[in-house]
């Protein structure tokens, strides 16, 4: 067992120190000690991302977190409201503010125009991804009822295309999609600001690849492998409408939705992925259950978009509306 | 009125708050930089400020590759990013303060370097830039002005505004990165699919220049470039460097022989030449990586890299302090058993340059 380790002797004594405690010459025991060697790197390298140490939750704090902000907005709006009726009692009869379940909704909507508007202009899906992140990791700590998630999506859209370098001017950009630049330009600070200036994300589709590389190196049904690689892409893409992206790591999503995908294809996943353990196991299987069972893995009814969006209209801050005169 | 509910805008005022500009230190292309100060902790600190206003498509790419990349990397030698805040029109970078840059030690005429100075300062760059490759981030700035330097002699890689990442290998970049001097000949061929050696080529650039203490390919313009590169180094062949002849700007050169480079770095021994021959393989496929040279018996051979408080250091200072401290060293060099006096003395003995 070997490994390699960061020298942090400023003298520089040795550039890069490895120490080997066994004198293993065996060959075939290099090989497997320095592929251990990259996984534990990479690992190692994951967990230094801004996506690992700022961006990981767990389930329930994701629900308290999402509650806190829709309720804080609502008392805040209720009060605006008020002000400018001059009274609290003069709120507006059909005043329903949203759930955090209709924001959602809402979101999972818009969502999914990023996708395709995206593949409209051909971009790779890694570049939707981080889009529709963005405005994940933007929608944690603001509501729909602040700031509405049309301007918000074409905020990270656009951001998105200078992150990921597929950059398109703002012209462009705007003239496809029949908005002004101020809407966008307006919000990129704000946006950016919420992401904490993060603006690397990391998906599960390269990992995915080199699982499929992995796999391939193994298989006797090339055929077969294509389809359960090309299954699970599209569950990846499932994925991006759910909260996995802030509950678990890109490679343990990559390998759950190769793992279902060979469930369906009738794909023996376990010998051909022998060296992921057991451990994994319980993380691969409430994956699964996240995207067989999560309402967010399928498109909302058109029909109930539209409802929210007219109730979001009459509950909106005055305070952060412009013809308002707060 | 409405209270500001929004958590980020909250905090990007706290920080602003936080943080106090003294003295313009520098100026690049789209930036300002500043020495500055973090009230809370008294901290000093670099802050660079970049004009948005100018950009009619929001945030610039320049800003945004920097951003981008110095959040993910966390490295001795790579400059830290503590923090980033907006104020009025500006994005400011607060970045760790460093006193100098390895382009004014180069140009210091008054320090003369030692081999391990040479060989520690490599050590540095080639680590930082082993973390950015391993990060699946080329630098694509590479030059002595980027590789700045700490008061206690740490180097540290800047300037990642032309930074961005390589995951994945079929993508088109562009070839107008990397400051002519150091640019990699597969750069000046326009090749839209290049890799690490570009980094490499110019750390490779640098490594020469600390031996000759001169540029080493200076070039004057692009066409120039190529010419300079080929006298030196010789004109690569199709054999030399398979695909060089389908590059999409590749012009024919005169065929000037290669001379070996020993014939020029008359004082560097024969484990510095092969590294530095192994930076300037032609081939992009052929060159040394950065892990690869870090292993590089070079940096195991004597002799051993200076230790950083022994680093020659580039310090802006008042002429009477230069004097006084000149008046030192002199008296220092009576005493050859303290660090500095063995350090002068060795400055006086050549034999060393091996
Ligand atoms: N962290 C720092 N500490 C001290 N000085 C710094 C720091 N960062 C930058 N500087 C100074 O400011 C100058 C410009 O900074 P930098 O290279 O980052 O900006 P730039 O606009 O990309 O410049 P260029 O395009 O000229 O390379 C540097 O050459 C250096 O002198
Ligand atoms: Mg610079």
Redesign the interface.
Same mark, same amino acid.
């Given at each position: 067992m070997s490994t390699v380790v960061?020298?942090?002797d @400023?003298?520089?004594?040795?550039? /890069?120190t490895t120490t080997s405690g066994s004198s293993s010459s065996d060959q075939a025991e290099n090989a497997k000690a320095e592929g251990q060697l990259k996984e534990v790197?990479l690992k190692q +390298?994951y967990e230094?991302? @801004?996506q690992y140490n700022h961006w990981r939750y767990t389930q329930a704090a994701l629900d308290n977190l999402r509650n806190k902000v829709n309720q804080?907005?609502i008392a805040?709006i209720k009060q605006?409201i008020g002000e400018e009726r001059l009274s609290v009692d003069g709120l507006p009869k059909d005043l329903s503010f949203l759930k955090v379940e209709e924001e959602l909704a809402l979101l999972g909507f818009y969502e999914r125009k990023i996708v395709q508007i995206f593949q409209h202009w051909k971009l790779?899906s890694h570049t939707t991804a981080t889009a529709i992140v963005y405005m994940k990791r933007f929608y944690l700590?603001?509501t729909v009822m602040?700031y509405h998630p049309k301007d918000v999506m074409m905020t990270c859209m656009? +951001?998105a295309r200078? @992150?990921e370098?597929v950059?398109m001017?703002?012209e462009d950009f705007t003239k496809a999609l029949k908005a002004l630049p101020s809407a966008? /330009?307006n919000l990129?600070? /704000?946006v950016?600001?919420?992401l *904490?200036?993060?603006? @690397?994300v990391h998906h599960p589709y *390269?990992p995915c690849l080199g699982f499929f590389y992995d796999m391939q190196a193994v298989t006797d049904n090339m055929e077969r492998l294509q389809r359960v690689y090309e299954a699970a892409l599209k569950l990846i893409d499932t994925s991006l409408h759910t909260d996995l992206c802030f509950l678990y790591q890109p490679s343990q999503i990559a390998l759950a939705a190769l793992r279902i995908a060979c469930q369906d294809e009738s794909y023996d996943f376990e010998s051909t992925t022998q060296k992921y353990n057991q451990t994994l196991l319980p993380i691969l299987e409430s994956i699964e259950n996240v995207l067989k069972t999560d309402p967010r893995c399928v498109e909302v009814d058109r029909s109930v978009v539209q409802e929210i969006d007219r109730r979001l209209k009459t509950c909106k801050?005055p305070?952060?509306n412009p013809e308002s005169l707060? | 009125m409405a209270s500001i509910r929004n958590h980020a805008e909250q905090h990007n005022a706290d920080i602003y708050r936080d943080y106090k500009k003294d003295k313009k230190v520098g100026e690049g292309a789209y930036a300002v930089v500043y020495v500055g100060r973090q009230l809370s902790t008294k901290k000093v600190v670099a802050i660079k400020k970049i004009k948005i206003g100018q950009f009619k498509d929001g945030l610039d790419m320049s800003a945004i590759r920097e951003v981008k990349t110095l959040q993910e990397l966390r490295h001795p030698n790579v400059i830290e990013l503590m923090e980033v805040y907006f104020h009025k029109t500006n994005l400011n970078l607060v970045l760790e303060f460093l006193e100098s840059d390895l382009e004014m030690i180069i140009k210091d005429k008054s320090i003369v370097f030692m081999p391990g100075d040479v060989k520690h300062w490599m050590l540095m760059t080639l680590r930082g830039l082993d973390h950015c490759h391993r990060n699946w981030i080329l630098h694509r700035d590479m030059k002595p002005n980027n590789l700045l330097l700490g008061r206690d002699g740490q180097l540290k890689l800047a300037d990642f505004g032309l930074a961005r990442d390589f995951g994945d290998r079929n993508r088109q970049l562009t070839a107008q990165v990397v400051t002519r001097w150091y640019r990699a000949p597969e750069l000046l061929f326009g090749a839209r699919e290049y890799g690490y050696g570009v980094d490499i080529w110019a750390i490779g650039c640098i490594f020469a220049e600390l031996l000759l203490r001169n540029p080493y390919l200076p070039g004057n313009t692009d066409m120039d470039q190529l010419d300079t590169m080929f006298r030196a180094l010789g004109t690569p062949t199709e054999a030399d460097w398979p695909g060089m002849e389908s590059l999409p700007n590749y012009i024919k050169f005169k065929q000037y022989p290669k001379t070996p480079l020993r014939l020029l770095f008359t004082a560097a021994g024969a484990d510095t030449l092969e590294l530095l021959e192994s930076m300037l393989i032609y081939d992009p496929n052929r060159r040394i990586s950065a892990r690869e040279a870090l292993l590089h018996p070079y940096f195991f051979n004597k002799p051993r890299p200076t230790p950083l408080e022994n680093l020659p250091k580039h310090v802006r200072e008042t002429p009477e302090a230069a004097k006084l401290k000149r008046k030192a060293e002199a008296l220092d060099a009576y005493d050859l058993t303290s660090e500095d006096g063995k350090r002068l003395a060795r400055r006086l003995d050549f034999t060393g340059m091996s």
């Open positions: 960061e020298n942090k @400023t003298n520089g004594a040795a550039p /890069l790197q +390298l230094q991302s @801004t804080e907005a805040c605006n790779p700590e603001n602040d656009f +951001l200078k @992150t370098n950059l001017n703002i966008i /330009l990129e600070f /704000l950016c600001k919420n *904490r200036f993060h603006f @690397t *390269r801050d305070a952060k707060m | -």
